[in-house]
């Protein structure tokens, strides 16, 4: 099935909107696996240099926002608390999968219109209170529903689609994480090897923390190499990008250990993959995440910028937290580039993979151990139940993006407040399934 998936023959431009300057067109392709669905996507390639290059996430517009200009600056980025490691199991609903997908007496197989309606119905409930969201749901590695609901700038009348990008937020980091893996496996990088000097000497740091020297790919993939937390530095203006976010940092307080979940950990994990490939952070992604999958379209934004085939989360003004995020939250992306992301790396379905299974075994797992992997992995968090993925919070965003042991793979994004917490959109979309298809 995924042979003819992935054969270009079966694919056809769908998309409206497109980029005036500097960016090709979006491209929706279209394959006729279960259901009809709609895959959004982008591309990029691979060198070396010596000092730090301009970084292709600093680009941004001038700040324009509906919302007044507040006092102060509200907080951009509420994380789940995850100081314990050891998020809270959760019950997943009892779905019915095979009711989602029925056969007709041709014998082709097609969706449950019924059951999609309901789904689509609750979730656009749930979420009623926010500008605009989307969701994409995947069975067994394809992408059997999509909806979007709201406008895409608010105010505008233009209706979102599911083909339209949000920010995802810290989605970035399990984006960030399978490209430093395959890194790995192509020897860029290891695991276990101090990349402290490499950092420094990218940097053009002649002095740093010396507990910046024992730090390693691991540790900065699983939080646990010390950096802090950094919200003064990612969301206060005190640094302008994640270059100078990263320098400042190795410069004067890394230390400790355990875990502490850090954004300022990716942004310098964002930093020390263009020092090992020469290559701007958003091209390596492309080159060795993206493209492969056929993702063509997602790209790093600045705080203020809205591309054509993006949706506005109307940040105050005064921001720059996009652009010294980069890896660690800068990505926009649709649901269904989000559950196609998630799927190649899941080893219980079938298609094509971004790594090999002992690095995707390696993914869920903060340290080699036996048994059903817990709390954050490396890029990844286990929710207990079989459950894994990663929420995404910045200013005005929530998303989620879920793998569960019954085959389902969804995500959700959404531009607004609702709800109050990212998690709390695991048990709107798998309440919403158990209801339109119960078990």
């Avoid at 979940?261 to 091209?283: D, F, H, P």
């Avoid at 934004?301 to 506005?312: N, Q, R, W």
Wanted: proline share 7%; with cysteine.
């Amino acid at each position: 099935m995924w042979q003819f998936l992935w054969n270009p023959s079966y694919w056809s431009a769908m998309h409206p909107r497109s980029w005036v300057v500097g960016r090709r067109d979006s491209i929706a392709r279209l394959g006729t696996v279960c259901v009809a669905l709609a895959l959004v996507a982008s591309a990029c390639g691979q060198a070396q240099f010596v000092a730090a290059p301009q970084p292709e996430f600093t680009r941004g517009v001038p700040p324009v926002s509906t919302l007044p200009a507040p006092a102060t600056l509200p907080p951009a980025a509420e994380e789940p608390d995850l100081a314990s490691n050891e998020p809270d199991p959760f019950d997943v609903p009892v779905i019915d999968v095979a009711q989602m997908i029925m056969v007709d007496d041709a014998g082709n197989a097609i969706a449950n219109s019924a059951g999609w309606a309901i789904f689509e119905e609750r979730v656009r409930a749930r979420l009623a209170n926010n500008w605009s969201a989307s969701v994409a749901v995947m069975i067994d590695g394809e992408v059997v529903h999509q909806a979007a609901f709201g406008e895409r700038i608010a105010g505008s009348g233009e209706a979102v689609e599911p083909s339209d990008r949000f920010r995802v937020g810290s989605i970035s980091k399990t984006i960030t994480a399978i490209t430093a893996l395959r890194l790995v496996e192509r020897g860029v990088l290891t695991l276990d090897d101090p990349v402290g000097q490499v950092l420094a000497d990218h940097l053009g740091l002649a002095q740093y923390d010396a507990d910046a020297r024992s730090v390693t790919l691991r540790r900065l993939l699983s939080h646990t190499a010390g950096m802090p937390k950094g919200d003064d530095l990612m969301f206060g203006n005190a640094a302008t990008s994640c270059v100078d976010a990263a320098t400042r940092t190795l410069a004067s307080s890394v230390g400790g250990g355990g875990f502490n979940y850090s954004n300022v950990g990716y942004c310098v994990l964002t930093v020390l993959i263009e020092a090992v490939t020469g290559k701007a952070y958003e091209r390596v992604v492309n080159d060795e995440l993206l493209e492969p999958l056929g993702i063509d379209g997602m790209r790093i934004t600045s705080t203020y910028e809205i591309g054509p085939d993006e949706v506005s989360h109307h940040p105050v003004p005064g921001r720059n937290y996009m652009e010294t995020l980069a890896g660690a939250g800068a990505w926009n992306a649709t649901p269904a580039d989000l559950v196609t992301i998630l799927d190649a790396v899941d080893p219980k379905t079938v298609g094509i993979k971004a790594l090999t299974p002992e690095s995707m075994a390696i993914l869920r797992h903060r340290v080699p151990t036996g048994g059903e992997p817990s709390g954050y992995g490396l890029g990844v968090i286990n929710y207990g139940s079989g459950t894994w993925g990663h929420t995404g919070t910045i200013e005005n965003t929530h998303a989620m993006a879920l793998v569960q042991p019954d085959g389902v793979t969804w995500a959700v994004t959404v531009s607004g407040n609702s709800p109050g917490e990212s998690e709390s959109l695991r048990g709107i979309v798998q309440s919403s399934l158990a209801v339109a298809f119960p078990g």
